[in-house]
């Protein structure tokens, strides 16, 4: 008999409290006061269960927070375990106020519950059932939390990938695909690119001659990158944000645009990179600059992830519940330690609905199975 879910449902309790104080922390990524203060809390916990924690300091996101067990001494060569996950949400600070924190018909509602405090209190409170159980693994065991992956990890990436480096896997604690709340083992790679274009004003209706549409520039560019997209192999090309010109009457002097790029392989994003930053003005006065690039490398399904998923959907169905796998077109912390060469096992975190949206939740039930999981996994992996 697996004993790992009886173990995970006697601390029900202490997981659900820990998930509920974690939301209870509002943590919009652009707030660096609210993310240094849930980051404290996870370095204090964290230090309480042994780790050596160190706090890495940011001028502009929270702090972020890393904690690191030695393994075995007799056994040197073990590569360490990597865990991974973001403190930060999408959710601005107010919004508890009127989406506040609920449990009903066996979930439980919140900001950022999904996405993913309950991953993060999986974690904790896993590890400390481990601990105090004499459950702990050989190996070492690194955990970062991070305060800046809703915005594409910019000040923690080095540092995912510094300690991602010779690790034997790496659990992100994401929550999984929404619906089955699968496990995410093939994941796009992501890049943002910015055009600005500079043209030439001019009064529109009495020297048109003189001046250089920025817009009119633009707006070519758009149609060549909307030309760029190959749904059936993977690549989409989305202008989401676009900007330019200062008065109806008035040929614009400027505009810009704001590109996201998604990618199935890396030939295909060093291919769409190329094709963006040879992109020529037509119109005869106007300049671009192009910025940018990929901020998530592709994260493709190596024979070594498709193991380690097999090895977790097996202890899934011991444990008594489903788990399965997916591809999904949104990035994650999981694409930077992949391209480190580590088999990352991403969307382990929970199950629930509405991440980034209205009504936010997990299933209550599913996160014991979670934890049952992820206990299983670092002791037995
Ligand atoms: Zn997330």
């Known amino acids: 008999m697996n004993t790992w879910l009886p173990l995970a449902r006697a601390h029900e309790t202490e997981l659900f409290d820990l998930i509920e104080k974690l939301v209870l922390i509002e943590t919009p990524t652009s707030n660096k006061a609210a993310n240094d203060r849930v980051s404290t809390l996870a370095a204090e916990l964290l230090r309480s269960l042994g780790g050596d924690v160190t706090v890495h300091p940011q001028p502009i996101y929270g702090d972020h927070v890393s904690a690191r067990w030695t393994g075995d001494k007799s056994k040197p060569d073990k590569q360490h375990a990597f865990i991974v996950g973001h ?3 999408v959710w601005p600070v107010g919004t508890l106020a009127r989406m506040g924190y609920r449990e009903r018909d066996g979930r439980m509602y919140g900001p950022g519950v999904l996405d993913m405090k309950a991953g993060i209190a999986t974690t904790i409170v896993g590890l400390r059932i481990l601990q105090s159980n004499d459950l702990w693994p050989d190996r070492p065991i690194t955990v970062l939390f991070n305060t800046d992956e809703e915005v ?3 000040s923690s990436r080095a540092l995912v990938e510094s300690l991602a480096t010779g ?8 929550p999984g695909q929404a619906g089955a709340g699968a496990l995410k083992t093939q994941r ?3 890049g943002e690119f910015r055009i600005s274009v500079e043209g030439k004003a001019s009064h529109a209706g009495a020297f048109p001659e003189r001046g250089a549409s920025a817009i009119h520039e633009l707006s070519q560019k758009v149609i060549e990158l909307q030309a760029m997209n190959d749904w059936p192999n993977g690549i989409t090309v989305n202008t989401g944000l676009i900007s330019g010109g200062s008065a109806r009457n008035t040929i614009p002097a400027y505009a810009d645009a704001t590109i996201d790029v998604r990618v199935r392989t890396l030939a295909q994003a060093e291919q769409i990179e190329a094709q963006i930053r040879a992109l020529k003005p037509g119109i005869k006065g106007t300049s671009l600059r192009i910025e940018g690039g990929f901020h998530r490398p592709p994260m493709p399904r190596t ?3 498709a193991k ?7 202890w899934s169905e011991e444990i008594g519940f489903t788990l399965t796998e997916e591809s999904t077109g949104g990035g ?3 694409n930077l330690t992949a391209a480190m060469g580590v088999p990352s ?9 509405n991440p980034h949206a209205e009504g936010e939740n997990i299933e209550i039930g599913e996160q014991t199975n979670r934890l049952a999981l992820f206990m299983q996994a670092i002791n037995s992996l």
């Open 303 to 305: 024979p070594e992830l």
């Open 188 to 190: 796009k790679g992501l």
């Open 308 to 314: 380690l998923a097999e090895t977790l959907i097996r």
């Open 345 to 353: 096992a991403d969307g382990l975190g929970s199950k629930g609905q």
């Open 332 to 334: 994650s912390d999981a």
């Open 167 to 174: 690790a034997a896997y790496a659990l992100i604690m994401e």
């Open 87 to 89: 403190l930060d949400t």
């Open 152 to 154: 594409g990890s910019p």
